[in-house]
């Protein structure tokens, strides 16, 4: 029995539960949401290290064996997901006691957020393309709600956009989904994989390939699908755009990474690769030319999301297992740097009034270690050493510069130097030139006053940054584990499977 | 509007639905019906009721909130797992007990899901009825 596996997803389940009739006594909320997180991490490490030390773990729900049950499965790549999803929520559980007003917290701002986590976990956990489906669509029926919180006119009109992209998405998914059960005859994705190479029909099996990578990359917004983020993710509370900004878009770059390695391994696979390495330096290029033209700072950071994408996109076209441990690595070192940015930005918020950078200024001298925090944030997403993101991109680019994609891997270090652009930008603007006094220096409609609360988060996001760059050695060493694990399918396979069929 | 054949009628067929639903949830294990029909018939009563005598009324013979239902029914669907966690087998694996009632027969951990969906059906339809039916509250 592996109840193990289940824990992240029902943890937060049980938290949801038991939050929701405290709605009038926020002070529960809180403290059912912070212990819950805490004992959230604890789940993850364990997870995490059993999957290293005893390879991949399974659980087949009421005991019905793998393809026709609902199957759990946490291998080296889930579980590290599923640590970095828990590392976000305890520090945005952390940060949203010092932010989240009386107001959001009455219409379930903490239930909330534990259900988008059960949705997360659920997706990086399951084995199965329909319960993928279902795992999504309970992420993003909480997103829905958690972006509209407050209901702003601006917030309306993100949502709107947001709720409408996804609807459409989620649409697709489920016809793909349908198309494939009806060639294939099953959605786990072990047995998918074992009898996808037997089927005949491949003009079939190439239309459900490409509508997954439309579905996923809308949730994972790159390059021609990417709009509706810069248009939504600056509009919610801080600890909302913060959370949504590190992790919602990587379930779809992991759903990208699993599908594409795990489920379809033969041709199909192939062509989506190669229309990846056209799609990843223009998923990077564009984000961050739209990112400098920016001068809202939530704006531009979400403009670099879309940027960083790529990276992780061009890792996962490359499919060498020095690729696929550089991107994982990505993945996690920029939920880690995006995260704090976001924290950051909402910091910012709160010392000097406003989000747009020509009204603000002179952080410098009236917040030192914000202006210390911000330095390795900026400089970790742009790739400086010894910083996360430095080891990060040299993973990524040697192994575009070994596989001989040298246009890419040339896109690639030149997108590197506009972000470093782009964050110059920010330190200019708000940190180092003068304040122009053009709002008045605190405002009340952000943060309630409990500063360290806010602080915490990003100091512990910095350290995981500063961490990751000094012991590199370890990380590297998971990373190479977890990508020798997602491309031996046969082992997946026979762990799920019994190595019966 | 107010019809008086309707608001009599729907008094004798609150009750006849809502024994329907409990008659289509214990018999949903191996023939159609289930928890989520069940529940949606349930809840369609109530609307019934709602329609013909106003939702004040409506709330007032309900009696519960509606979120607490929910609250209940995924409480009770989560408790249908304990069983299994706690007899060491694999996760939601179910449990059976022979009970030899009649009508009812086995009695088990699907039977308690079952429940569990039909209360949240139940509570989750309402709340949405309640809430369109013209009041602010959130």
Known sequence: ?501 | MHSLILSTSSRYLLVLLQLFSVFLLLRGHNEPGGGFAGGLVAAAAYALYFIANGVEEARRVFRFEPLTVVVAGLGVALASTLPSILGGMEFMQSVWGNTGIPVIGKVGTPLLFDVGVYLLVLGITLKIVFSLAGEDEP
């Not at chain 1, 393309?129 to 909480?142: A, D, G, K, R, T």
């Not at chain 1, 405002?443 to 309630?448: P, Q, V």
């Not at chain 1, 602080?455 to 012991?471: A, D, E, K, R, T």
């Open chain 1, 1 to 501: 029995m592996n109840l193990l596996v289940a824990l992240p997803i029902l943890l937060p389940l049980v938290t949801a539960l038991v939050m929701l009739p405290f709605r009038e006594r926020p002070g529960v909320q809180r403290g059912l949401g912070l212990g819950a997180s805490l004992a959230q991490a604890a789940v993850a490490v364990a997870l995490l290290s059993r999957v290293y030390a005893g390879g991949i773990l399974t659980l087949q729900a009421g005991g019905w064996a793998a393809p026709f049950g609902i199957t759990l499965v946490a291998d080296l790549l889930s579980a590290v997901m599923v640590a970095a999803t828990a590392l976000i929520g305890l520090t945005t559980s952390i940060y949203s006691l010092g932010s989240i007003d009386r107001e959001q917290e009455r219409f379930f701002f903490h239930p909330l957020m534990q259900l988008l986590l059960v949705g997360i976990n659920g997706a990086f956990l399951t084995g199965d393309l329909f319960n993928l489906y279902v795992w999504f669509e309970v992420m993003l029926i909480s997103s829905f709600v958690l972006l509209a919180l407050g209901g702003s006119p601006r917030q309306l009109e993100g949502s709107v956009k947001y709720v409408t992209i996804n609807l459409l998405s989620s649409a697709i998914f489920l016809s793909a989904v349908g198309i494939l059960y009806g060639v294939a005859g099953t959605l786990n994705m072990a047995d998918l994989s074992a009898r996808l190479p037997m089927i005949e029909q491949r003009d079939l099996l190439s239309v459900v390939a490409v509508l997954l990578l439309v579905t996923f990359g809308v949730k994972a917004a790159i390059f021609p699908l990417f709009f509706w983020l810069p248009a939504s993710y600056h509009t919610p509370p801080v600890a909302v755009s913060a959370i949504f900004a590190g992790l919602l878009t990587k379930v779809g770059v992991y759903a990208i990474m699993r599908v594409f390695t795990t489920v379809f391994t033969g041709p199909e696979s192939e062509a989506i690769f190669r229309i990846l390495l056209w799609i990843a330096p223009l998923t990077m290029v564009v984000g961050v030319l739209g990112a400098a033209a920016q001068y809202d700072l939530r704006k531009l950071l979400s403009f670099h999301i879309v940027s960083q994408i790529g990276y992780m996109l061009f890792a996962i076209a490359i499919q060498s297992p020095l690729a696929i441990a550089g991107g994982l690595f990505y993945i996690v070192h920029n939920i880690v740097a995006k995260t704090s940015l976001f924290y950051i930005s909402g910091i910012v918020r709160h010392k000097s009034g406003a989000f747009q950078l020509k009204k603000i200024g002179g952080l410098y001298s009236t917040e030192p270690l914000l202006a210390a925090l911000f330095l390795v944030s900026a400089l970790a997403l742009a790739g400086i050493p010894p910083l996360s993101g430095f080891w990060a991109k040299l993973m990524v680019i040697r192994a575009g510069l070994e596989s001989g994609h040298y246009f890419v891997t040339a896109a690639a270090l030149a997108v590197s130097l506009l972000t470093l652009f782009s964050m110059t930008k920010i330190w200019n603007e708000a940190f180092w030139k003068d304040d122009p006094g053009v709002v008045s220096s605190t405002d009340e409609a952000h943060g309630n006053g409990r500063t360290a609360l806010l602080y915490l988060p990003v100091v512990m996001l910095c350290g995981v940054i500063v961490f990751f760059g000094l012991s590199f050695e370890p990380v590297y060493e998971l990373s190479a584990r977890a990508a020798g694990q997602l491309l031996d399918v046969e082992s997946y396979r026979n762990a799920v499977l019994g190595g019966g069929l």
